[in-house]
């Protein structure tokens, strides 16, 4: 199973190519929709050249023990499932992954459902999940010998690619929103060394430029378009199986944007059936921003089958899109898996999140989506109190400290957002009091606090 053997098969046609024969925007020639790496017949290797699951699983544990770098990487641990490389000495590695798994006691206890847990993808080297993706497909990259990157995005994607690139000696270019990605992002894409532009449109207009540069320079376009990033995304899949003992979660929960991740992890998961290493794959539900709703909207008019883009707005900026290139793959996913697409508001999106902070795990705007959604899904009786569910944090708190202060001073929301949550929005928010240098002064403020 370590051998390169895979091809890349077109979503929309079926066609299938060799890797090298992807065009530069890894679009189609045929039909134009968007490729997905195969492994051919994997489920039907018989014999000696059948993976071995127990195998597998005892490997890939001893790996977190082994000194190697690629082994203590938590997505080239999980390599024999993703054999793209010609070489494996290749791979460019932070050390992502083996990200921590944690549970969210009081969500749970407040919701009344037993077993609630975070995947924290933002306590990844450059702080997002996008680490996963990255070290995946920029690996890719730097075998097929380019030496210029480029990636259109709403920070995270950036962040991570110019961090990869720098430690692979390669050269990236990023294009951003003007004023639409939150600074701590920005300030990433700087320090790594990226060439930076910030395009007066929106994440939708600057995928549009990007794919043309692309087909006008030598540029390895890293957009989750590239089938490799979901290669690497789909290892989170393995970790929380693993950490549920090889019997996967009833639920897991993925916020939307370009829609990618959720596609990703509905591959991974799909995948470790196939090779017998999980009897089933949970129910995975994609939850947007109402204001970013296009997947929602395909569902609610299309039963997923059509897309309308919209013109996207939230303050969860890293996951304002509204002409989201992976969308037909999300919307299978969550199709197959019987899983549901909703929209949440912004009041929902800065309560959950001031929720997920008070646990002391805290996470990005995007993330806290799935915390709202859960609400939802469980007040729709959609998740049974006895049912095992799975957030996918995708970004890490200092991300978009503005946000953060700005939820807490009470200056994020407008009243006509905040109407109906005053209360529950008073007990979340937490300021930070300007008080005199003395004790008593800092005691007051503890008046009736401390017992
Ligand atoms: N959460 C965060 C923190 C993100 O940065 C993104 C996407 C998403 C969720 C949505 O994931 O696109 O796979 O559905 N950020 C991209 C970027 C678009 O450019 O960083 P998706």
Excluded at 26 to 40: M, N
Excluded at 75 to 92: M, S, T
Aim: one cysteine or more.
């Amino acid at each position: 199973m370590n051998d390169n053997l895979h091809t890349l098969r077109c979503f929309g046609c079926g066609a299938r190519i060799a890797g090298t024969e992807a065009r530069p925007d890894f679009r189609c020639a045929q039909c134009g929709d968007l490729f997905e790496v195969e492994y051919a017949g994997w489920g039907q290797r018989q014999g000696k050249d059948r993976p071995n699951p127990g195998a597998l699983k005892w490997l890939w544990r001893e790996r977190r023990c082994s000194g190697e770098a690629l082994d203590q990487s938590g997505v080239w641990r999980f390599r024999e499932l993703l054999p793209i490389l010609d070489n494996f000495g290749n791979a460019v590695s932070l050390h992502e992954g083996n990200t921590p798994l944690y549970k969210l006691k009081r969500a749970a206890k407040s919701l009344g459902i037993d077993e609630l847990y975070a995947k924290h993808q933002g306590m990844n080297p450059t702080g997002s999940f996008k680490d996963t993706g990255m070290t995946a497909a920029l690996s890719v990259a730097r075998e097929r010998g380019f030496k210029w990157v480029a990636c259109a995005s709403t920070g995270n994607t950036s962040a991570a690619m110019a961090a990869y690139a720098a430690r692979a000696g390669l050269r990236s270019l990023v294009l951003i929103p003007e004023g639409k990605i939150a600074w701590g992002k920005l300030s990433q894409a700087m320090d790594y060394g990226a060439v930076t532009c910030q395009l007066k449109t929106d994440f939708d207009g600057c995928v549009r430029v990007l794919t043309q540069i692309v087909h006008e320079a030598p540029i390895y376009l890293l957009n989750s378009v590239n089938p490799y990033r979901l290669e690497g995304q789909k290892t989170p899949a393995m970790e929380i199986a693993e950490a549920f003992d090889w019997m996967v979660p009833d639920h897991l929960i993925v916020p939307g944007g370009n829609l990618a991740n959720s596609s990703a992890l509905g591959k991974g998961f799909r995948e470790l059936r196939e090779l017998g290493l999980v009897a089933r794959v949970p129910k995975i539900s994609v939850i947007q921003a109402e204001g970013a709703n296009p997947l929602v909207r395909a569902f609610l008019q299309s039963n997923g089958d059509e897309m309308h883009p919209v013109e996207a707005q939230t303050r969860a900026t890293a996951i304002r899109i509204g002409n989201p290139a992976s969308w037909r793959k999300a919307a299978r996913i969550v199709r197959d898996t019987g899983g549901w697409c909703l929209d949440v508001s912004e009041a929902e999106i800065a309560m959950a999140k001031a929720e997920i902070g008070a646990e002391g795990l805290g996470c990005e705007p995007a993330s806290a989506v799935t915390l709202a959604g859960l609400k939802k899904l469980h007040a729709q009786g959609k998740v049974a109190p006895n049912e095992s569910v799975v957030l996918i944090l995708t970004g890490h708190t200092l991300k978009d400290a503005d946000y953060t202060i700005d939820f807490h001073r009470g200056t994020l929301l407008t009243d006509e957002e905040s109407t109906g949550f005053e209360e529950a929005i008073a007990g979340l928010k937490r300021d930070a009091a300007v008080v005199d240098a003395t004790p008593g002064a800092v005691l007051a403020t503890l008046k009736g606090m401390v017992e």
